[in-house]
């Protein structure tokens, strides 16, 4: 109705478009949607774009008190900048704290017995436990 309305007056004629759907391209399920969401939100929480534009290296190495050097996974004492595997190991600690609320949820229906609503919510709970936790030690190693 707005895009009517600014088209008429400024006198502009949309192009007539017959656009149809390709024959071999059926329409997704709802499981492949919802893995193709759970896929670009770890993407995206993984900090893809800032080792796109910055290319940090996938971990560190770091020398210990002899003189031997070891890998270092969590970039110590640097807030905005992140090592490759440390981006993706934090995204999958808040892909798993989701994953658990989730859980949680479907545990909440009817259709499922008393000892999967169990192990459901156990399962839940432990993974809506362990992913804050593990993204806070990552937070308390990088201050």
């Known amino acids: 109705m707005v895009l009517q309305s600014l088209f008429s007056a400024l006198s502009l004629h949309p192009p007539e478009l017959e656009l149809?759907?390709?024959?071999?391209?059926?329409?997704?399920?709802?499981n492949t949607m919802f893995i193709m969401s759970l896929f670009i939100y770890y993407i995206?929480?993984?900090?893809?774009?800032?080792?796109?534009?910055?290319?940090?290296?996938?971990?560190?190495?770091?020398?210990?008190?002899?003189?031997?050097?070891?890998?270092?996974?969590?970039?110590?004492?640097?807030?905005?900048?992140?090592?490759?595997?440390e981006g993706f190991t934090a995204g999958f600690m808040m892909l798993l704290t989701s994953s658990g609320l989730m859980?949680?949820?479907?545990?909440?229906?009817?259709?499922?017995?008393?000892?999967?609503?169990f192990l459901m919510i156990g399962l839940g709970m432990t993974f809506s436990l362990v992913g804050p936790f593990a993204t806070y030690t990552f937070f308390k190693i990088k201050w």
């Open 20 to 30: 149809s759907w390709p024959a071999w391209l059926g329409v997704p399920s709802s």
């Open 44 to 85: 995206s929480v993984s900090g893809i774009t800032y080792d796109i534009i910055n290319s940090p290296p996938a971990f560190g190495v770091e020398s210990d008190g002899f003189g031997n050097s070891r890998p270092v996974a969590i970039l110590k004492w640097q807030l905005n900048q992140q090592y490759i595997v």
């Open 103 to 117: 859980i949680l949820d479907q545990s909440n229906y009817v259709t499922s017995t008393k000892m999967g609503r």
